[in-house]
């Protein structure tokens, strides 16, 4: 089964709207972490953000805010205020307690002019 | 954060042919991490190698195919042996630091094998 879902392939945005990324994970360790990272056409990996399970509040990194509802397994990446540069692939990530890192199969953002 | 350079940054290869990748990183790490990305898809993680002990593998990944040499804490290597066309991908390696022990890619490696 998977472990990290992202049922959104692709998004079409308007430039300047918020823009929400879907994330779902399952796990059955108490504690893990969650993480966004953006992949542009270049092909780098870049991290933008991280949830703890055990943060009491939601994560913010400048204009990303992580949407995280830990009854409901859920880890929504929100990036307000979308620029050109944002278009990228995205893609959430969990930790569990082996420490291995794995990816979900990520969603395409395309931020129109 | 960390900074990791990789070599080759991309290469074509014969089928039945050997290349070995190459990850620097600027600091010392204890754990790094090789993944592989096929065109279009996710990243999958082949195998975690620590310094001084054999690499992990993960499950459908063998060291006879992807050996893995890690002789000090700023260095390691990928092989992929007896390339094929399916081992076309972009192979990215990953060290575990930071705040929230998150982890840094090299620009990866863009291997066609035909």
């Known amino acids: 089964a998977q472990k990290i879902t992202q049922t959104q392939p692709g998004m079409f945005v308007q430039e300047k709207e918020a823009v929400t990324l879907d994330c779902t994970y399952d796990?059955?360790?108490?504690?893990?972490?969650l993480f966004w990272y953006k992949q542009p056409s270049s092909g780098e990996m870049i991290f933008l953000i991280y949830q703890g399970s055990y943060d009491q509040q939601n994560a913010t990194e400048g204009r990303y805010s992580l949407n995280f509802q830990k009854a409901r397994k859920s880890a929504n990446l929100v990036i307000s205020a979308s620029q050109l540069g944002d278009s990228a692939m995205y893609f959430c990530a969990m930790r569990e307690e082996d420490d291995k890192i794995i990816f979900g199969k990520g969603t395409r953002l395309h931020i129109l002019p | 954060s960390a900074v990791i350079s990789q070599k080759p940054s991309r290469d074509i290869c014969q089928r039945g042919t050997s290349l070995t990748i190459q990850c620097q990183v600027d600091?010392?790490?204890?754990?790094m991490f090789w993944y592989r990305q096929q065109p279009g898809q996710s990243l999958t993680l082949i195998a975690t190698a620590n310094q001084g002990s054999e690499a992990t593998y993960e499950s459908g990944f063998v060291i006879d195919k992807f050996p893995i040499s890690r002789p000090n804490l700023t260095f390691s290597t990928l092989t992929v042996s007896n390339m094929s066309p399916e081992d076309s991908s972009i192979y990215l390696c990953s060290v575990r630091t930071g705040e929230y022990y998150e982890q840094y890619f090299g620009p990866g490696t863009r291997l066609t094998v035909t």
């Open positions: 796990t059955s360790d108490p504690s893990y972490g």
């Open positions: 600091s010392q790490v204890t754990m």
